[in-house]
């Protein structure tokens, strides 16, 4: 049995652990905690139980177990600090309070960190040149791009990599880096929703995609809504996350230049550098229950995925988007899903969505981030609710 959580598996077969893909040297009774956690996870493990298990009921000292603990969190990228992902509750026990996933010998595999993804590139219909990758196996899924991608930092993500997996289990998965990012076209000759979907449209185009869902995330979102409204024929299901129809200058009665120039100053001077006053900003604003090496992560991806330049440009153009018209046009079954304390895009803006686009349905998670992090206790909801949503038939 495998166990997989916040980055890491736990091999039961092997004994060993890797995190983020490298092989973690661990002593034989922190293995075998992080074992004892991972197969409660959720739930309180006293302390009379560990004892009972790790050291087969002897009396040790609460300085041993303490250096057992550490040495966990350590193994697993946590800290006593923070704990992330092992919650010591006072005077009773630890839990293991992140999504863990188990595959054994009679079920798929999770994808190895060197498992393939093949990438491509194909021209927009204004003549900008996209990539894209394929990976996984199954019925056609495609992610939609959004602000901050990077198709081969993505793939090897503690952030993404989890949810990519998850997809391409049951799935092909097509997802490509929008205009501006990644290994797409540094060149901004335009940017819309318009040039956005066109850029959807193209890629599956080439990746031989006719009747196709999409799943899509923030900036995302606007854009699978513009193709699912003008292109019904194509598009089989809609999974919208943190999503919004209305930017800031459309639904904010305050919106005011000066606010947009001052976020655009600090994203052109603090792009990438974990220190400056943007990356404070972005910290709170879109994942403030980030763990230390997912913060890291995202910084990492933020330098390869666009220069600071391209970045204020789309953060500026996010502020204007408007396709609340399209809402009652799109006719795919539609799965809406919000975390209640997005500050990004707030959650009324899911509600609208929602109740605009016919029949869709909605969920609400108990969150603050606007990008969901595998650390966060509400992943695996907004993973599950999304798999389930798409096995359904069309």
Request: hydrophobic share 40%.
């Amino acid at each position: 049995m495998k166990y997989s959580f916040a980055g890491c598996v736990l091999d039961a077969e092997s004994f060993s652990l890797a995190r983020n893909g490298q092989p973690v040297a661990v002593e034989p009774q922190v293995f075998d905690l992080l074992m004892l956690l991972a197969r409660n996870a959720g739930r309180l493990v006293t302390k009379d139980r560990i004892v009972e298990e790790i050291w087969n009921g002897r009396i040790v000292s609460e300085a041993t177990i303490s250096a057992r603990v550490n040495a966990a969190r350590t193994a697993v990228g946590d800290n006593g600090k923070d704990q992330k992902i092992i919650r010591t509750v006072t005077r009773r026990g630890l839990e293991l309070i992140v999504p863990v996933t188990t595959t054994d010998a009679d079920e798929p595999k999770p994808q190895s960190p060197d498992a393939p993804q093949t990438v491509r590139f194909t021209r927009s219909s204004d003549g900008t040149r996209i990539a894209y990758a394929a990976s996984g196996s199954g019925p056609p899924v495609m992610r939609a791009g959004h602000f901050l991608t990077h198709l081969e930092k993505d793939w090897r993500s503690p952030v993404w990599r989890p949810y990519l997996e998850a997809l391409g289990a049951g799935h092909t998965l097509i997802r490509y880096d929008q205009r501006g990012t990644g290994l797409s076209d540094a060149r901004l000759i335009d940017i819309s929703v318009e040039s956005y979907a066109s850029d959807l449209l193209a890629v599956a185009d080439a990746a031989g995609l006719k009747r196709f869902p999409i799943v899509a995330s923030s900036q995302g979102a606007p854009v699978a809504i513009r193709v699912a409204a003008t292109h019904p024929d194509r598009i089989s299901q809609l999974v919208l996350y943190g999503g919004f129809a209305q930017g800031r200058a459309h639904r904010d009665p305050d919106f005011g230049e000066a606010e947009t120039d001052a976020l655009l100053t600090m994203i052109r001077s603090g792009w990438g550098n974990p220190k400056s006053a943007f990356m404070t900003a972005f910290t709170t604003l879109f994942c403030p229950g980030a763990s230390r090496p997912e913060l890291d992560n995202l910084v990492e991806i933020q330098l390869a995925s666009a220069s600071p330049e391209n970045a204020a440009r789309i953060r500026a153009e996010i502020d204007h988007i408007d396709v609340s018209n399209d809402l009652e046009k799109v006719r795919a079954p539609t799965l809406v899903i919000h975390a209640s304390n997005d500050s990004v895009h707030p959650v009324s803006q899911g509600h609208l969505i929602a109740a605009t686009i016919k029949g869709a349905e909605f969920l609400q998670v108990e969150s603050a981030n606007h990008i969901y992090l595998p650390s966060d206790p509400a992943w695996k909801t907004i993973v599950d609710a999304q798999l389930e949503f798409l096995a359904r038939p069309d």
